[in-house]
């Protein structure tokens, strides 16, 4: 081996060594500002902060950190020193975190805790983030698995995860209720939604279903035999059945998409609750609507009836978020027959007042939606996030008076925003 | 291209290596060309000399002299390079010139050499050498030097340029092989040249004993057809041992956290041609290390904030099986007939979930898989040169998952019941039953010793039931007990041309059918599912090149090329019931591959030098992603990405006397170079953030390095001594896009590892000791999954052969 090629050799190694050292890492400052914004990339998710809500530019690379994991689902109620971001996998148990601005007013994660269990419903009661699952198999006092008369395992528990972000601990207390004949009818129930009475009370509403057998839903509930009438519990921190209300105008109220029960009860500015159904079942005969519990009622108000479904072209709505003064925003399905995972984009309002409905005006079409995250209300304004087909996301302002839609902030390279909320400096 | 020394107990391996060439050379050449060089060899008192070597320099075909001594070799026409070589004897080098259809009779006569034994043993390695040397690019390393170490199959591959292995843990845990970035179901890999997806998760390449193997051959890019499997980006084919000497090959080992390994493997050729072989193996380790993370509050469910240290305490794996087989060689119906059993069974425990800090201390999975298995290979098929061979193989594996546990542990070992919740993790009894069926047949035909024509069809049929109803209630529906079938069927066909020893060119094509039935539900309603048995054919195929020529002496250049494919999967084609759409529109996923390699090598007294260098680009194409979104309504599938790599691989190796030096280093650049995240995004033209980032979770820049140094006939004649250092170095790479602002990383590790080896009686008896991460490093492949720190152990092996 002569020596031109020994050097000939080392060069080959040292060009390498440089080609190989030329690494790339665009460090972005995040900038500071008052709204706290969860965003996913292709793979993770990024807490950022940004100021601006109706006519800015941001990059998601600058964002203020990337989470260890991609984040399901946001709770923050109205105290707004801290948001609980919670992962739901298929049943993981998920490492739920809790994220509050710094003496810097930068967001930061200041806990850790685990979810045992899977959830199916969230929201908030007192000083606590609830969240919820029903199907479970519950245990008797002699620690086994209770049994149906068949000797089947029974599945009408529903597990509760009580979240204290009261006293910032994030401690977490997991209780067990049974559902079994728990309207009467023989049947177990799954429940959905949290509507916090503020007297040491919550409602949530029970989608009643045949036992033991699981059709789909994540195994939470079985075939519905009463798919015309609607229950809602009201419930104390202990699990105890205060009082059922029970009607037949409507469906039971709850959105379904997949696994999920979403929420479809909401509080007032003058403590009465809106309970909708968005007809989910097709054998219910109900159509889509509302109906009222008046403040210290413990009945439904059986003068409040609002047909929704004759105002919507007949289409059935999944979700609804509750602004102000009687307007709730709506997402309709985008086809008429639904099925658990039908995809649902179109965007409606109504006036739970006046019993007025509008479809949003100069606002994306259905079709180029591909997606949204969680709305945030600000001087009767709704603030939502949508993803467009072919564009970034951007937060488009809702006003319900005129049910008008402006394009506001978009965020280049996100694939989506989750959700905005205003956090509190600390 | 890789020959490791890190261990090497010659006289053992020669032998099987001798019969190997043996056998590999009238497999792989299958003809015969005009003229014989015929010899015998004596050593200098007269005495005949069995199991020599005898090798053609310039082509590396050889064989080993019979037990008179006596050996056979054909070549062609022309001056050829002979070499003798037997441990204990000075090689001999001989010029030879034959004329046509000449046949020449040499006698040999070695002398011995007390001095040293031949320290780079190039025939010791030559099947290996020969597969390095072909047109594919191709690293192919013999296993038999690794067979007194601790280390696993998964750990070899882990030193080869271009590859690395992701592991989650200790012994026993989840394992996962990239080529060049690629990952998943982009490579396949084969124990024998059957696919290995049928074998069930104990003979994975984690968990099989490297005393198994025979050598490991790492096809990068380009995989020849032999080969059949819709790989991507790269194949890797365990072969395994294959002596027809007798033989007893008896190891155990034992090391840090309770880790005890054994293998025992016997085997007896008769004169008649009677084989019998039986190899039996057990792993067993508690993989208790200990492990940085944050603990869990029971009481209240939070995390710590500061991370300590913990002991692992339900991670406990063990497998133990046996492979059995019987047959007959050199018969009229047969040239070699094999039957075989391999019985695995495994226990695993589970200790965390894919984040670190989430403990569990009761999930565990267990494995049992039966797999009986048929060789038949006949030489001459009714013609002259037409040589056939056949495997099947059928698989019975049954998994089953256990978690019942109510409650939560955390990573202190402590455990708060809660009858609140069904299981840790998702609440199974599950039992799932599958059955592979995977078959092997390729027939070869040599023209005039300058023509090769290969068909290889390579069958594998898969299905999964749940058998235990009950046991599955928990957790399933009706589409849990459809049917699921997949049937693939590879067709491959190559010509190889080789005019000269110089020159070497293979053209191939691969034709790929599946056949695959699903559950689907077919009902639209909400209260309902009707799940309904559906079946769709797939056809597509792909093709390749692979050159090489010797420009100068000691020079090799090779390129190759292949379109490769990958079908999709069931899950892709039909969706699963639950989360995912199926898109039976789907096209395969496309891949161009380009090699080029250089290779030099060079030896002179007491030194040897080589290098190779290596140069790499696939566009990869139809990338199959999945979308979410409201708009989908649950996962999608669709035909969309891009990906650039293009790369570079160096290889050194350095032999001065007893010390020799090993080392290669690796760069690839993996680019995603689809400019728009989605099909709309073309049409508004938004271009995607992640354009021409890299490809994110996967390292691209390492390096490996072996010194070794052997003292032979230390303390006593036919022992030697053998002293190992080596280091990996893996550069820092981030978990997510860097363009999206990502600062999760996964950071820069650089294990250090030490052994010491004895062996006595030319390699008889030995005994190794190793140190592996002595600087006690934290070691993680993927993000936040700690695998062990520093730890010792040693091994005793005995082995003898006749």
């Known amino acids: 081996m002569n020596k031109k090629r020994w050097i000939e050799t080392g060069l080959l190694f040292l060009l390498m060594i440089g080609m190989a050292s030329c690494d790339d890492n665009n460090e972005v400052a995040p900038s500071v500002g008052s709204y706290f914004v969860s965003v996913s990339g292709e793979s993770s998710d990024y807490v950022m902060q940004i100021e601006n809500l109706e006519d800015a530019n941001y990059s998601i690379n600058q964002n203020v950190f990337e989470l260890e994991s991609q984040i399901q689902t946001w709770l923050y109620n109205d105290n707004p020193s801290t948001v609980i971001g919670l992962i739901y996998n298929q049943a993981n148990p998920g490492v739920g975190v809790a994220i509050q601005n710094n003496n810097e007013n930068i967001p930061e994660v200041v806990g850790e805790f685990q979810i045992g269990s899977r959830f199916t419903n969230y929201g908030f009661f007192g000083d606590y983030a609830i969240t919820s699952v029903g199907g479970q198999a519950p245990v008797g006092e002699d620690g086994n698995t209770l049994t149906y008369e068949d000797g089947s395992t029974r599945d009408d528990g529903i597990s509760f995860n009580f979240i204290n972000i009261a006293d910032g601990s994030l401690s977490l207390t997991t209780k067990t209720m049974q559902t079994l004949n728990i309207t009467g009818n023989g049947e177990k129930a799954t429940n959905s939604g949290i509507v916090d009475l503020g007297n040491g009370e919550f409602l949530t509403a029970l989608v009643c279903s045949q036992t033991g057998e699981v059709i789909e839903g994540g195994s939470s509930s079985g075939i519905v035999n009463y798919p015309d009438s609607v229950w809602v519990a009201a419930m104390d921190e202990d699990l105890n059945v205060k009082r059922i209300y029970r009607d037949d105008r409507i469906s039971y109220a709850s959105g379904r998409y997949r696994s999920r029960y979403y929420n479809m009860m909401s509080k007032d500015e003058n403590d009465d609750v809106y309970v909708f159904s968005g007809s989910y079942e097709s054998t219910s005969t109900r159509p889509c609507g509302a109906l009222r519990i008046n403040d210290g009622a413990t009945d439904f108000d059986p003068d409040y009836y609002f047909n929704i479904e004759e105002l919507t072209d007949n289409y059935h709505f999944r979700r609804i978020w509750y602004i102000s003064r009687g307007y709730f925003l709506m997402v309709f399905y985008n086809d008429l027959e639904i099925t658990s995972s039908s995809p649902a984009t179109r965007f409606g309002l109504v006036n739970l007042y006046d019993k007025t409905f509008s479809w949003i005006n100069n606002f994306p079409t259905y079709d180029e939606i591909a997606s949204y995250g969680e709305p945030l209300v600000q001087n009767n304004n709704l603030y939502l996030p949508v993803k467009l087909e072919g564009y970034d996301p951007a937060i488009y302002k809702i006003d319900p008076s005129t049910a008008s839609a402006t394009r506001g902030t978009e965020i280049d390279g996100a694939t989506n925003i989750k959700a905005i909320y205003p956090l509190r400096a600390n | ?802």
Not at chain 2, 403 to 427: C, H, I, K, M, P
Not at chain 2, 753 to 781: M, P
Request: proline content about 3%.
């Open chain 2, 1 to 802: 291209m890789t020959i490791y020394k890190k261990y090497r107990i010659p006289n053992i391996h020669f032998i099987i290596t001798l019969t190997l060439i043996f056998g590999c050379a009238q497999l792989i050449s299958g003809q015969k060309p005009p003229c014989t060089i015929r010899g015998i060899i004596y050593d200098n008192e007269g005495n005949t000399l069995p199991n020599a070597s005898a090798y053609i320099k310039e082509t590396f075909r050889g064989v080993s002299s019979d037990a008179k001594g006596k050996f056979s070799l054909s070549v062609n026409e022309g001056t050829h390079t002979l070499c003798i070589q037997m441990l204990g004897f000075r090689p001999l080098e001989q010029s030879v010139t034959v004329g046509n259809n000449e046949e020449k009779f040499l006698q040999i006569k070695l002398k011995p050499d007390n001095v040293k034994l031949d320290h780079v043993n190039v025939i010791g390695q030559s099947v290996v050498k020969q597969i390095n040397k072909t047109a594919y690019n191709v690293v192919a390393i013999d296993a038999k030097q690794f067979h007194n170490n601790t280390t696993g199959v998964a750990q070899v591959l882990d030193k080869i340029a271009g590859v690395k292995i992701k592991e989650d843990g200790g012994v026993g845990s989840n394992t996962n092989v990239s080529i060049n970035g690629f990952t998943g179901n982009h490579i396949k890999i084969f124990m024998d040249g059957v696919p290995m997806t049928g074998n069930g998760s104990t003979m994975q390449i984690n968990k099989i004993p490297i005393n198994m193997a025979e050598r490991i051959e790492v096809y990068k890019g380009v995989v020849p057809i032999e080969l059949g499997g819709d790989a991507l980006g790269g194949a890797i084919n365990i072969v395994t041992r294959k002596s027809d000497m007798s033989y007893v090959d008896a190891s155990y080992s034992y090391g840090s956290f309770n880790t005890h390994k054994s293998y025992v493997s016997i085997g007896k050729t008769t004169k008649e041609g009677f084989i019998g072989q039986l190899d039996v193996f057990q792993n067993y380790s508690d993989n208790n290390y200990k492990v940085k993370t944050q603990l869990l509050n029971l009481e209240t469910n939070r995390y710590s904030s500061e991370e300590s240290w913990f002991r692992r305490f339900h991670d406990q794996y063990h497998n133990e099986g046996f492979m059995a087989r019987a047959g007959v060689k050199d018969k009229s119906w047969t040239s070699r007939f094999m039957v075989e059993v391999n019985y695995n069974q495994e226990y695993n425990q589970i200790q965390n979930a894919n984040l670190m800090k989430i403990a569990y201390g009761g999930r565990e999975s267990k494995s049992k898989s039966i797999i009986p298995a048929v060789y038949y290979k006949k030489k001459d098929l009714g013609l002259e040169n037409l040589d056939l061979s056949f495997t099947g193989k059928y698989s019975f594996v049954q998994t089953n998952n256990v978690d019942t546990v109510r409650g939560q542990y955390n990573w202190a070992g402590d455990f708060r019941y809660n009858s609140n919740l069904d299981s840790e993790y998702q609440r199974t009894l599950g039992e799932f039953n599958s059955k592979t069926g995977s078959y092997v047949t390729t027939l070869k035909y040599t023209l005039l010793n300058q023509h090769a024509f290969v068909l290889n069809n390579t069958t594998t049929s898969f299905s999964r039931e749940n058998t235990d109803s009950e046991a599955n209630s928990e957790n399933s529906n009706e589409s849990d007990f459809i049917k699921r079938r997949n049937i693939k069927n590879i067709t491959g066909f190559s010509y190889e041309y080789k005019p000269s020893d110089k020159l070497n060119v293979s053209v191939f094509g691969k034709y790929y059918y599946v056949n695959t039935i699903g559950p689907m539900d077919a009902d639209n309603s909400t209260s309902r599912t009707n799940f309904v048995e559906v079946e769709k054919d797939y056809s597509t195929s792909g093709y390749g090149l692979a050159t090489t020529f010797h420009p100068f002496n000691k020079w090799q250049i090779k390129t190759s090329y292949e379109k490769t494919v990958r079908v999709p999967s069931q899950t892709e084609l039909f969706g699963d019931e639950i989360l995912e759409t199926g898109n039976a529109s789907l096209k395969p996923e496309n891949s161009h591959n380009i090699n080029l390699n250089f290779g030099y090598e060079t030896s002179g007294e007491n030194i040897s030098f080589n290098a190779y260098a290596g140069l790499l680009y696939r566009y990869t194409y139809n990338y199959i992603r999945r979308l979410i979104g409201e708009k989908y309504g649950e996962g999608y599938y669709l035909n969309h990405g891009k990906v650039r790599t293009s790369g570079a691989e160096l290889e050194i190796n350095f032999f001065y006397k007893n010390l020799s030096l090993n080392s290669n280093f690796t760069y690839q650049d993996i680019r995603n170079i689809e400019k728009y995240d989605t099909p709309s995004d073309r049409a508004t033209n938004n271009i995607s953030i992640r354009y021409k980032d890299r490809m994110p979770n996967m390292p691209y820049m390492f390096s490996n390095v072996d010194l070794t140094y052997s003292l032979k006939n230390f303390l006593h004649e036919g022992n030697h001594l053998l002293l190992t250092y080596g280091f990996q170095f893996k550069y820092e790479f981030y978990k997510s896009w860097p363009s999206e602002g990502g600062d999760i990383t996964i950071p820069t590790q650089t294990p250090h590892n030490f052994q010491i080896g004895y062996s006595i009686k030319n390699g008889r008896y030995n005994i190794t000791c190793e140190a592996k991460n002595f600087t006690n490093e934290l070691l993680l492949d993927n993000y936040s999954l700690q695998k062990p720190g520093r730890s010792y152990s040693v091994k005793l092996r005995y082995y003898l052969h006749k």
